[in-house]
T-cell receptor, first 113, second 116 residues
Framework: SQKIEQNSEALNIQEGKTATLTCNYT??????LQWYRQDPGRGPVFLLL?????KEKRKERLKVTFDTTLKQSLFHITASQPADSATYLC????????????FGTGTRLQVFP | NAGVTQTPKFQVLKTGQSMTLQCAQD?????MSWYRQDPGMGLRLIHY???????DQGEVPNGYNVSRSTTEDFPLRLLSAAPSQTSVYFC???????????????FGPGTRLTVT
């Protein structure tokens, strides 16, 4: 079956450390993958996008990698801050011939001072 | 720009009642979609539209209807509410359809629906 998996357990890290979140997918051939941030009681907010022919993408303290062989994307937040505490969602378009955007279940990140 | 707006913010329905969740965007976005979010299930796509007059089913379309008569509006209709439809509903829009290019999604603030 097709699915997108993110670690359902919360990730707890200390301020200043690098947080790494994982998004694994099976039976999809996505053209690209997106990452979103969601705060409690709010809608998701777009952070980064990476295409299948890109290995790595950076934006300020954020870095995303995309390995189509492993069927995995990693999302890194360097020098993490308590304000980075939120749920992070990955999303993908399953193939080139569909307009559906499918989301993973999300991973909650908690950064402690 | 107001972005993506959703009404109401909260709603309680009795089983069997019908209602329409409203979604509007003022960014002239071509693509709009509806998701529901349940604990542990993430966001699940209900219906989507790639332009006015065009709609298609997502992952969990049963029990929901949509229409897209204008670019701006994309209402979601529950025909006969069931307790299983208790959820938080998010509307999203983006500049273009995902097959034509790559666009970020803009989400509304959500509607929290409880069906008793």
């Amino acid at each position: 079956s097709q699915k997108i998996e993110q670690n359902s357990e919360a990730l707890n890290i200390q301020e200043g450390k690098t947080a790494t979140l994982t998004c694994n997918y099976t039976n999809y051939s996505p053209a690209y993958l997106q990452w979103y941030r969601q705060d409690p009681g709010r809608g998701p907010v777009f952070l980064l996008l990476i295409r299948e022919n890109e290995k790595e993408k950076r934006k300020e303290r954020l870095k995303v990698t995309f390995d189509t062989t492993l069927k995995q994307s990693l999302f890194h937040i360097t020098a993490s801050q308590p304000a980075d505490s939120a749920t992070y969602l990955c999303a993908l378009v399953p193939s080139y011939n569909t307009d559906k955007l499918i989301f993973g279940t999300g991973t909650r990140l908690q950064v402690f001072p | 720009n107001a972005g993506v707006t959703q009404t109401p913010k909260f709603q309680v329905l009795k089983t069997g009642q019908s209602m329409t969740l409203q979604c509007a965007q003022d960014m002239n976005h071509e693509y709009m979609s509806w998701y529901r979010q349940d604990p542990g299930m993430g966001l699940r796509l209900i219906h989507y539209s790639v332009g006015a007059g065009i709609t298609d089913q997502g992952e969990v379309p049963n029990g929901y209807n949509v229409s897209r008569s204008t670019t701006e509006d994309f209402p979601l209709r529950l025909l006969s509410a069931a307790p299983s439809q208790t959820s938080v509903y998010f509307c999203a829009s983006s500049y273009g359809r995902t097959t034509s290019s790559v666009y970020e999604q803009y989400f509304g603030p959500g509607t929290r629906l409880t069906v008793t």
